[in-house]
């Protein structure tokens, strides 16, 4: 069955600080998708990345970096040069069968960026 | 290009009426599903749809549960009667439904409180 562990519950950091969530998965599928999703607190949903099973190519996106490593079933967020308007929470998904099938979500992880 | 609309986004009802939550998907999505976010039990999935069919409920909760799509504009997620246990943010999501791994665009959550 479809599973994505998000470990950490709540991180705090100082702006400008790097910080790095963490997000494992378990799947029987060989194709499998990743996404992540920002919930900031006015409470909308807005997508992040998405990552496919034979891609492991990571990702940079500003200040926004992606690791994907296959070997450990793990997609880790990174957010270098952290800045308040991180402050979020953070959802790791994984999809068996592509975005069109049932999102599978992580507990989140909270960010607060301190200023 | 408007995103997904949900209406109401507040609803507060008393435990034993019926509650009516509606979605308009993007133009041109295949594919839509309703979520559910408690702090419980975090996002979880309800029912989703492809083509206006219904194609995964398997997350609905309960026979006081029950969601339509008439056609590709719109959708609703009823439930009645209503419990205090129901009290969660429900979102509607949608995407391309095509082969591959599109990204699932939420819409704003409707926050539900049934007293």
């Known amino acids: 069955a479809q599973k994505v562990t998000q470990a950490q519950t709540e991180i705090s950091v100082v702006e400008k600080e790097d910080v790095t969530l963490d997000c494992v998965y378990e799947?029987?599928?060989?194709?499998?998708?990743l996404f992540w999703y920002k919930q900031p607190p006015s409470g909308e949903l807005v997508f992040l990345i998405r990552r496919n099973s034979f891609d492991e190519q990571n990702e940079i996106s500003g200040r926004y970096s992606w690791n994907f490593q296959k070997s450990t079933s793990s997609f880790n967020f990174t957010i270098t040069a952290s800045q308040v308007v991180d402050s979020a929470v953070y959802f790791c998904?994984?999809?068996?069968?592509?975005?069109?099938?049932?999102?599978?979500f992580g507990k989140g992880t909270k960010l607060t960026v301190n200023p | 290009d408007a995103g997904v609309i949900q209406s109401p986004r507040h609803e507060v009802t008393e435990m034993g009426q019926e509650v009516t939550l509606r979605c308009k998907p993007i133009?041109?999505?295949?594919?839509l599903f309703w979520y559910r976010q408690t702090m419980m039990r975090g996002l979880e999935l309800l029912i989703y749809?492809?083509?206006?069919?219904?194609?995964?409920d398997s997350g609905m909760p309960e026979d006081r549960f029950s969601a339509k799509m008439p056609n590709a504009s719109f959708s609703t997620l009823k439930i009645q009667p209503s419990e205090p246990r129901d009290s969660a943010v429900y979102f509607c999501?949608?995407?391309?439904?095509?082969?591959?791994?599109?990204?699932?665009?939420f819409g704003p959550g409707t926050r539900l409180t049934v007293l």
């Open positions: 749809f492809n083509n206006n069919v219904p194609i995964d």
């Open positions: 998904a994984l999809s068996e069968r592509g975005g069109s099938e049932k999102l599978v």
């Open positions: 999501a949608s995407n391309l439904g095509t082969s591959g791994y599109n990204e699932q665009f």
């Open positions: 799947t029987r599928d060989t194709t499998y998708y």
């Open positions: 133009s041109g999505h295949n594919s």
